[in-house]
């Protein structure tokens, strides 16, 4: 059996078993969703100006839609405390299932929780938002959510590596840095007049679809290469407990 059957099987087997995970994944995008659709609802009334709330809705963008791709569920709470990833690396490094596999599959894994989760946050927002239905049409909105797809599949290939590379408490310790990154990013750009969010509306607006596949280019190159580089972290890491 092929590397990508037997990673497909592996993603599915984890779907059924850790569907709970998925659902609380969705409501908590909605609840994100529901609090950024209301909020660009406000935004989209004013000038581009400088506001704290568009700096909170980029870091919303730039930090939660990669998290959909994160199932959250009792191992991934557990991680800093149990290292469980690299308990069940260890597990499955005696069964005969090669890296790639164990790689593939939680790609896999992204690559359907990040649109199907994704679609959801996004088409919540576009129902609560007049402002936002009063200037985009629904394609268009989709078009700026794809973007935003893209860039979070892109971010995942990073989170994956960080996940199966590194042990519990370094993984806490990068995400958490990776968050006041992603905050600082955000207040600087809304300081200097830059609204990533409001910015990417603005391009589809003005028919600048060509960042579609720059992104899908974006997004492809980086899974490729987080894949690589995922791989020779596994054969290099610890599994030592």
Not at 87 to 110: D, G, S, Y
């Amino acid at each position: 059996m092929s590397d990508w059957k037997t990673a497909w099987r592996m993603a599915r087997f984890g779907w059924r078993r850790e569907w709970p995970g998925m659902v609380f994944t969705l409501l908590f995008a909605l609840y994100i969703g529901w609090i950024v659709g209301f909020t660009l609802y406000a935004l989209l009334r004013e000038r581009a100006s400088f506001s704290m709330m568009h700096a909170v809705v980029d870091w919303m963008y730039l930090m939660m839609f990669p998290a959909f791709g994160l199932l959250m569920n009792r191992t991934a709470f557990a991680i800093s405390r149990d290292d469980v990833y690299t308990r069940k690396l260890a597990h499955w490094r005696t069964m005969p299932i090669p890296p790639e596999t164990i790689v593939k599959a939680r790609m896999l894994n992204a690559l359907l929780l990040v649109p199907a989760i994704g679609l959801a946050f996004l088409l919540l927002q576009y129902f609560i938002s007049s402002t936002l239905r009063d200037q985009l049409t629904i394609m268009a909105w989709l078009a700026v959510g794809f973007i935003w797809i893209c860039y979070a599949l892109g971010m995942n290939a990073f989170l994956i590596w960080m996940e199966l590379g590194c042990s519990g408490k370094r993984y806490v310790w990068l995400y958490w840095a990776l968050m006041g990154v992603c905050m600082i990013v955000s207040a600087g750009l809304a300081f200097g007049g830059v609204h990533l969010v409001r910015g990417t509306i603005g391009e589809i607006k003005t028919g600048h679809y060509y960042w579609l596949p720059v992104s899908l280019l974006f997004a492809v190159s980086a899974l490729y290469a987080g894949y690589r580089l995922t791989l020779q972290r596994l054969h290099l890491r610890p599994y030592n407990l």
